[in-house]
């Protein structure tokens, strides 16, 4: 009787002190970790769910992408769940649990552990403009170089192409060798994540020769300069912007420097559709609609709102909202064969999630969530609930999701149909296997090229890369060695 109420006692301490550890699995199944038997992996997550998940989440993946104070080997790891450090909160559990019980819960950790440093490539040093992946072989074409952060894409008709770079400069990219600067562009705030982020060519482009650029817009005020996603539409006239025009502010203005979301699309109905970050308030600005921060707006060509948006006769919110309860969404894009909205947004710790864009959905950020906090908090203890939408996977450690593409065409057959996703936390390309809405493979492609931040398929059939340190590259198919 005395051990049963001593079981209890861990449990009800594990759930409420805050621990030293902290991660979830992109499937809804148990989690399997490569190299321990089922049986073992069995065991020893269950013990983690019902001993560590009250302090550390749920799953032990999230857990795992952490700096670890006490060392993570397995002796370590052995050391610290069989004696604790009370002081830090960390109880004993050498009365609980036996000692292979200690054993397989420190090889499950162990494992995860392991499974985040395959994500660590700083190591890999580039030798050469090769880059093989598991079904073909790719070099760089270098389109732009010497930029400073390269941002957004977009492609004129009959070659060329337009780069955006946060620093507030546009770069106008024809023939060759030819780059010019445009003139005319819009005061941005180039601070933290802030500056001239992305650009979309207006579906009548060849006509009315509309460009869209979203950006952070700032303003002085007595407690200091507050900024937020802008978005300004404008002529491209040679190499300079005409008729410049402020179609969207996001509202209200902050004093944060981060989460402006910003990428733009045009949908096959006409509409602009485009993602504004929660600008790191996520207590208060996500799951409202009264506020345009959090979430993917709707809006017709000239700023205007369209009438079948979903709170358009909702009182008191904004109407241009499509969707809510996001955190940073920095992807954006429509799926080919069916033409709705795919968008990645970055998580805390973990967390970072692909989703379907739904109109008038809640996308539930951060009531739930697959991350913890930077610092190891638990964000929420929850990670799905009734009305609130799943997503279609999530990456855990978290990859810093930025632009992303379908790949079509014939140049790249063994990918065709996939979807690429840039990396920013990591460098590389993430390469994601589609079946459906399902993501059934990944890989990792041009490991610690840099900081990626848009990937585009251009009119040519090619992919290009924008990478921060001031580079857009063309992929090319090459044979493999």
Known sequence: MQRIFYFIAVIIVTSFLFGWMGFKNPEKSPVRIAGLKPSLADSAQLNYQNFCGGCHGEKMDAFVDRKWKHGSSKAEMYKAIKFGYADEGMPAFQAAFTDKAVNDLADYIVAGVENVKRYDLNAIVIKENYFPSESLAIKLDTILRDAKLPWGIAFLPGGGLLVTDRSGKL???TGRNNVDTIAGLPPVLAEGQGGLLDIVLHPQFAKNKFIYLSYSAFKKTDSGVVATTAIMRAALEGNHLANQKIIFEALPYSKTRHHYGSRMLFGRDGKLYFSVGERGNEKQNPQT???DLGKIHRINDDGSIPQDNPF???AG???????YGHRNPQGLLLYPPTGAIWETEHGPRGGDELNLVKKGANYGWPVITYGINYDGRIMSKISAAPGMEQPLTYWI????????AFVSGDRYPQWKGNLLVGSLRFKYLNRCVLKGNKVVHQEMLLKNIGRLRDVRMGPDGYIYVAVE????FRLVP????
């Open 312 to 314: 358009v006769h909702t």
């Open 171 to 173: 770069y106008k990219k």
């Open 478 to 481: 090459v044979a493999k060695k």
């Open 397 to 404: 450690p978290s990859i810093a999701p930025s632009g992303m």
């Open 317 to 323: 919110a904004k109407p241009s909202i499509y969707s």
């Open 469 to 472: 340190g001031g580079y857009v």
């Open 289 to 291: 609609t009264t506020n």
